[in-house]
């Protein structure tokens, strides 16, 4: 959709000049030469971008600006004024406006503004937008996440969950292996009669038979009574064995007799027990991998594993993380009485720049943590390590009203000999980059010690990644904005090239 801006001012050049301006950047532009017809504009539509003068023939600037949260709240607003009172501009950032220029406008200075403004606009839109995601897929059986991986995984669950296909969830500690088994039981046919949870890793390895299986009175020492194990409690219903490499290797042929037969016998009796249940198995190993260790019998991996659904660790899904702490964050704020808490930027950036060793239960644990430990409604520090975050970031010209991030130098233009700023565009830059470097490759510099030629494209990206590193003091949210990176992205070339990130 075209992007819709609203100018107010009571000087008709003024507004004439704006109107062609932001017409030109795409906008659809509504002009209004007084606050009552600005007023009536904001009512009756929506707006992006709202660019006002300060002194109205009849409304105060900053007034309107506050007016204006309320009634277009999704716009950004700049401020104009003739009389260059920074007094006046700090009562309009305060009012709600992103940022004031000076008239007569300076209208490459605005248009950095307005793309800022855009940017800001559309970021406000995307958290929109995951809020909206969070809301439709938690009431997807509990699942949070919008990662096409996470998609891919869902549409699988909806494929076989009314089939009686034993299912085999793999994925690390703490990524959500129970939600997804919780997801496929209840939208299975299935989903009224019992689903039942077994850890195979925390059952006493003497016990775990008559815990599964159930036994009969005198059995053993101990059995008092007879007892259903956990696969008679399942029947009609759904089972769900945790740490399936866990289970001894000599109960295992039992395990597959039940899911081929469909009959087990309890401990101590020799009549069978028929059963009608689902079975669904997790681990956190590598099955391949528990087989050569003799630990997982190949033939039971092949009946447990008809369908077998690997979920991602966190650190390749980092865009489900500000979902997931949305999620967890509503449900702390509900448990522990603290409505309107929220998360401020920096906690944002901290999440991202973090590598989540323990996944989503690691995220769960900081977020409930920072809850409890906030003193107001704005959580700024995770206590997790992290970067900074940078708003402003201009890869190659930045004008001297945007201040740089903390600790860079910022080297100044050039001046030619008539006083013009000597500056070259970036596609400039980047054809002599280009250039350069291909004008300077011999054959014997090209050549490893076997021979064999080496990647120019991965050593330009490695010393590129590097180079953004050093120039943002190892601000990697910094150097993902400056090299135009989503930062998932950056974290994967750092790993591959094993950059060291501490400059």
Not at 90 to 106: H, L, M, Q, R
Not at 313 to 336: N, T, V
Request: contains cysteine; hydrophobic residues 40%.
């Amino acid at each position: 959709m075209k992007r819709k801006a609203l100018v107010i001012d009571d000087d008709l050049s003024s507004l004439d000049l704006m109107e062609h301006f932001l017409s030109d950047k795409g906008f659809d532009v509504l002009v209004a030469d007084s606050g009552s017809k600005a007023r009536r504009a904001a009512e009756d539509g929506t707006f992006d971008l709202v660019i006002t003068d300060l002194n109205l023939p009849d409304a105060n600037g900053v007034e309107l600006i506050s007016e204006f949260k309320k009634t277009i709240p999704d716009a950004e607003i700049i401020m104009a004024t003739g009389f260059g009172s920074v007094e006046k501009a700090i009562e309009a950032t305060k009012a709600g406006a992103f940022y004031y220029v000076d008239k007569p406008v300076n209208l490459e200075k605005l248009n950095v503004l307005v793309e800022k403004a855009v940017e800001r606009n559309e970021q406000a839109r995307e958290i929109r937008e995951l809020r909206s995601r969070l809301a439709s897929r938690s009431s997807y059986e509990g699942i949070i996440g919008g990662n096409r991986s996470m998609q891919d995984i869902y549409e699988v669950i909806e494929s076989v969950a009314d089939s009686d296909a034993n299912i085999l969830i793999l994925g690390e500690s703490g990524t959500g292996k129970e939600v997804i088994a919780n997801a496929i039981h209840y939208k299975s046919l299935r989903a009224k009669k019992s689903f039942i949870k077994v850890n195979c890793s925390a059952l006493p390895k003497d016990l775990i038979e008559s815990q599964l299986f159930g036994h009969t009175r005198g059995s053993f020492t101990g059995a008092v009574s007879d007892k259903v194990g956990f696969i008679g409690q399942a029947s009609g219903g759904s089972l769900l064995l945790d740490e399936i490499g866990e289970m001894p290797i000599e109960l295992q042929p039992k395990l597959l007799r039940v899911l081929q037969e469909r009959v087990y016998y309890r401990v101590g009796s020799d009549k069978p027990q028929e059963v009608d249940f689902r079975l669904i198995c997790s681990t956190n190993r590598e099955p391949n991998d528990a087989i050569k260790e003799g630990i997982l019998r190949e033939d039971l991996l092949y009946r447990i594993n008809t369908i077998e659904i690997r979920i991602p660790p966190l650190r390749e899904r980092m865009d489900d993380i500000p979902m997931l702490a949305e999620h967890f964050l509503s449900g702390f704020a509900d448990k522990y009485s603290k409505d309107g808490i929220e998360f401020a930027q920096s906690a944002y950036d901290q999440m991202l720049n973090y590598s989540w060793r323990g996944n989503v239960r690691e995220l769960e644990h900081v977020i409930e943590r920072a809850v409890l430990l906030s003193k107001n409604d704005s959580i700024e520090d995770l206590g997790i390590r992290g970067d900074g975050s940078v708003q402003w970031m201009l890869p190659f010209a930045r004008p001297s009203f945007v201040k740089p991030f903390a600790g860079e130098s910022v080297r100044e233009p050039r001046e030619s000999a008539d006083g013009a700023i000597a500056s070259e565009s970036e596609d400039d830059i980047f054809e002599r980059v280009g250039r350069l470097v291909v004008d300077n490759l011999r054959l014997s510099d090209g050549a490893g010690e076997d021979g064999a030629r080496r990647d120019v494209f991965d050593v330009l990206e490695s010393e590129v990644v590097l180079a953004a590193l050093k120039r943002t003091k190892g601000n990697k949210q910094a150097a993902a904005n400056l090299l135009g990176l989503y930062r998932p992205r950056l974290y994967g070339m750092i790993r591959r090239h094993k950059l060291d990130v501490r400059l």
